[in-house]
T-cell receptor, first 116, second 110 residues
Framework: DTEVTQTPKHLVMGMTNKKSLKCEQHMGHRAMYWYKQKAKKPPELMFV???????INESVPSRFSPECPNSSLLNLHLHALQPEDSALYLCASSQGFKGLSNQPQHFGDGTRLSIL | DAKTTQPNSMESNEEEPVHLPCNHSTISGTDYIHWYRQLPSQGPEYVIH???SNVNNRMASLAIAEDRKSSTLILHRATLRDAAVYYC???????????FGGGTRLMVKP
């Protein structure tokens, strides 16, 4: 069991649908992350939130819209996705972001997303 | 950014030690070296990290070369549950931003 909870575990959606992925942690961490992982590839960073503010956007298309409503919750809103966006979406959290490269990240088990 | 080189895959027998190497020749003096692993159908899991000295925890040991250009993750007794992809990741610029390379796929034979 992980301390970072992601819902749903699986999601199938059409290209015109709007859906959201949810991530929750109750470890008091102030940095949260979204990663995308294609099959048989390593995870790739998408977004970093630090103290509920967006710190890093790795040139992610605007059809992915992150939101951090509070320090425990991170959402990823999806709209007009393409079939190539099918992947495992991973959320992680850590105590902090800047100046804290000796702190581990804790990952959820991801949401497996399929775009029809 | 520090670039890492790891073997694509390694094989081990159950209950034997495993040494997973990583080269990170462009690492800078303040970059921590982190290791994560990813078991099938799970998110990555933190294993261990270090800066200069060798480190031990309940999961593994990390041996860091004196020049810091390489490190070795040591699993003292491999179990079937240790079969995973192991990622060596230098964290640069004193920030907590993980850049995953290809990793090493460890296979453990009973």
């Amino acid at each position: 069991d992980t301390e970072v909870t992601q819902t749903p575990k699986h999601l199938v959606m059409g290209m015109t649908n709007k859906k959201s992925l949810k991530c929750e942690q109750h470890m008091g961490h102030r940095a949260m992350y979204w990663y995308k992982q294609k099959a048989k590839k390593p995870p790739e960073l998408m977004f970093v939130y630090s103290y509920e503010k967006l710190s890093i956007n790795e040139s992610v298309p605007s059809r992915f819209s992150p939101e951090c409503p509070n320090s425990s919750l991170l959402n990823l809103h999806l709209h007009a996705l393409q079939p190539e966006d099918s992947a495992l979406y991973l959320c992680a959290s850590s105590q902090g972001f800047k100046g804290l490269s000796n702190q581990p990240q804790h990952f959820g088990d991801g949401t497996r997303l399929s775009i029809l | 950014d520090a670039k890492t080189t790891q073997p694509n895959s390694m094989e081990s027998n159950e209950e034997e030690p495993v040494h997973l190497p990583c080269n990170h020749s462009t690492i800078s003096g303040t970059d921590y070296i982190h290791w994560y692993r990813q078991l099938p159908s799970q998110g990555p899991e933190y294993v261990i990290h270090g800066l200069t000295s060798n480190v031990n925890n309940r999961m593994a040991s990390l041996a860091i070369a004196e020049d810091r250009k390489s490190s070795t993750l040591i699993l003292h007794r491999a179990t079937l549950r240790d079969a995973a992809v192991y990622y060596c990741i230098p964290l640069y610029n004193a920030g907590n931003m993980l850049t995953f390379g290809g990793g090493t796929r460890l296979m453990v034979k009973p």
